[in-house]
């Protein structure tokens, strides 16, 4: 369980987060009103009309009681209605959410296995010519940014061969058919994603893994171990991986929590409706209340995370539960 000082240290975190997200919308040039009158909508507002859209969204009010507002809509999560989308901002997330979570979900689980083994493989055959290679093949995937990658793979693997869609999250008109078919659908739209966010993710994991293996290797137990006569198969997998995957998972869970914050530019590079492109629509249109709802949700996503980190690590290392126990 967290201690209290940790609770305290999140809900603090918490607090300040709480009111970023609500002053940074407003820091943002222009507003709602400068989006709805601009070129691009093309749309004419009379001042009848301004004032009517400022009273209905509360935006006549003081920032005070704006914020206020802010705050009950946090506790009930009741954000008010989306400026772009005309519907209230909890149907949206809870709309969106089930398709960012599918995407991140399947490449978090598909990069950290990857990375773990392949990690611990690079550091127990270091120094060979194959990890070398190995090695700077993922030093130079990681400086890759992630629309970039998703570009390069829509244009490989949607325009030119034409394998999978170019956008979306299911083919249109597809409500009659059976449940497996759709779940098919659904993975068939989401593999592009996956396969970017997967890219993305593993070559954090794989360094961090690597780099814990051979600090380990240099151990003492180890090299008892090899004296004792055990196979190496079994020290790679029981002595060296057990005692290699602890700083790690930290990592891991922390990379869970930032993977989100990457599916903005995957979901808008794949016009995949996540809340990763709902984020970047809402930024572009000076959407206030799609913005506080959609940063709520990353903050508590990213708390969440950290939090699963803290409490697992401590189980997972004894001398972490014995020094919090002091």
Same mark, same amino acid.
């Given at each position: ?66 914020? /206020? ?208 492109? /709902? /984020? ?47």
């Amino acid at each position: 369980m967290l201690t209290k000082s940790s609770i305290r240290t999140y809900g603090a975190v918490l607090v300040i987060v709480i009111c970023l997200n609500f002053l940074l919308p407003r820091l943002l040039p222009g507003g709602p009103l400068d989006y709805i009158e601009g070129s691009d909508s093309g749309a004419i507002v009379t001042e009848a009309q301004r004032n009517a859209i400022l009273e209905y969204y509360q935006l006549n009010e003081s920032t005070t009681v704006q914020f /206020l507002h802010y705050v009950k809509g946090v506790f009930t999560f009741d954000f008010g209605i989306s400026f772009i989308y005309k519907a209230p901002v909890r149907d949206l997330l809870i709309s969106y959410l089930p398709n960012t979570l599918l995407i991140v979900g399947i490449a978090s689980v598909i990069s950290t296995i990857i990375g773990i083994i392949a990690g611990l493989l690079a550091g127990w055959w270091n120094g060979r010519k194959m990890e070398q290679s190995l090695l700077y093949a993922v030093l130079t995937i990681s400086a890759i940014p992630e629309f970039l990658i998703g570009l390069v793979l829509l244009l490989l693997l949607a325009v030119q061969v034409q394998w999978f869609p170019l956008s979306g999250a299911q083919t249109p008109f597809l409500r009659d058919a059976t449940w497996w078919h759709m779940v098919i659908d659904r993975m068939y739209h989401a593999t592009l994603p996956i396969i970017t966010l997967v890219v993305v993710n593993i070559a954090s994991v794989y360094l961090m893994m690597r780099n814990s293996a051979i600090e380990i290797l240099r151990e003492p137990f180890i090299e008892f171990a090899k004296v004792k006569g055990i196979s190496r198969k079994r020290i790679l997998l029981t002595h060296l991986g057990k005692a290699a995957i602890l700083p790690v998972f930290t990592l891991i869970m922390i990379r869970l929590s930032t993977l989100f914050t990457g599916a903005v530019f995957v979901e808008t590079v794949f016009s995949y409706p996540g809340i990763g492109r /709902l /984020l970047q629509e809402a930024i572009m249109a000076r959407d206030y209340p799609l913005m506080h709802g959609l940063f709520f949700v990353f903050t508590i996503i990213v708390l969440l995370f950290n939090a699963i980190a803290d409490v697992m690590y401590v189980r997972l290392d004894p001398r972490m539960k014995s020094g919090a126990e002091e």
